[in-house]
T-cell receptor, first 121, second 116 residues
Framework: AQTVTQSQPEMSVQEAETVTLSCTYDTSESNYYLFWYKQPPSRQMILVIRQEAYKQQNATENRFSVNFQKAAKSFSLKISDSQLGDTAMYFCAFMNPLALNYGGSQGNLIFGKGTKLSVKP | DTAVSQTPKYLVTQMGNDKSIKCEQNLGHDTMYWYKQDSKKFLKIMFSYNNKELIINETVPNRFSPKSPDKAHLNLHINSLELGDSAVYFC???????????????FGEGSWLTVV
């Protein structure tokens, strides 16, 4: 079964600096999706960035970028020029879109336990 | 306009009661989901439903049942509520995930259920 591990329960960064959140996963599949979701104190789940495993190029969305190392099964999130509004829980998630046989559900997002990021002024 | 909306956002109820959480999406998606986030903030899927097929996570008690009046709505009914049901419940939606061109799953704002 697939698992997602976020080894940093909490992190902090000074405003305007760069921070990297780590994520590793375990799967025997060759094609899948990886995501980072942000959950601010309001509890809303907000998509930050998405990576298709078959793409070698790392995804980028404005200040957010990933370092996807498929062989190492690593998917870290880099936040540049951190802002106070980046303070949130960040969840790494794995999905095999054809995972009808993995614990039940197609589109089953398997989440890590999250990293609480605090951006300090 | 909110893409995936849930009501109520907060719900406090007594043990043994039956309650429902409503979910609507205006994204034109064909597939909807319910996820549960427990007190330790761990997220896990409960159901997925694509207007033809309901797939249930086998760990979900049968006191939980999704009801879909149409493809834009997927409501969650919970019978005989227990203390351990206290959690944040997220509705989500996506296009059907076929091959590897499927879309991202978009979440609602969550419904915070407290059972006392």
């Amino acid at each position: 079964a697939q698992t997602v591990t976020q080894s940093q329960p909490e992190m902090s960064v000074q405003e305007a600096e760069t921070v990297t959140l780590s994520c590793t996963y375990d799967t025997s599949e060759s094609n899948y999706y990886l995501f980072w979701y942000k959950q601010p104190p309001s509890r809303q789940m907000i998509l930050v960035i998405r990576q298709e495993a078959y793409k070698q190029q790392n995804a980028t969305e404005n200040r957010f970028s990933v370092n996807f190392q498929k062989a190492a099964k690593s998917f870290s999130l880099k936040i540049s020029d951190s802002q106070l509004g980046d303070t949130a829980m960040y969840f790494c998630a794995f999905m095999n879109p054809l995972a009808l046989n993995y614990g039940g559900s197609q589109g089953n997002l398997i989440f890590g336990k999250g990293t609480k990021l605090s951006v300090k002024p | 306009d909110t893409a995936v909306s849930q009501t109520p956002k907060y719900l406090v109820t007594q043990m043994g009661n039956d309650k429902s959480i409503k979910c609507e999406q205006n994204l034109g998606h064909d597939t909807m989901y319910w996820y549960k986030q427990d007190s330790k903030k761990f997220l896990k899927i409960m159901f997925s439903y694509n207007n033809k097929e309901l797939i249930i996570n086998e760990t979900v008690p049968n006191r939980f049942s999704p009801k879909s009046p149409d493809k834009a709505h997927l409501n969650l009914h919970i019978n005989s509520l227990e203390l351990g049901d206290s959690a944040v419940y997220f509705c989500a939606s996506s296009q059907p995930l076929q091959d590897y061109t499927g879309n991202t799953i978009y979440f609602g704002e969550g419904s915070w259920l407290t059972v006392v």
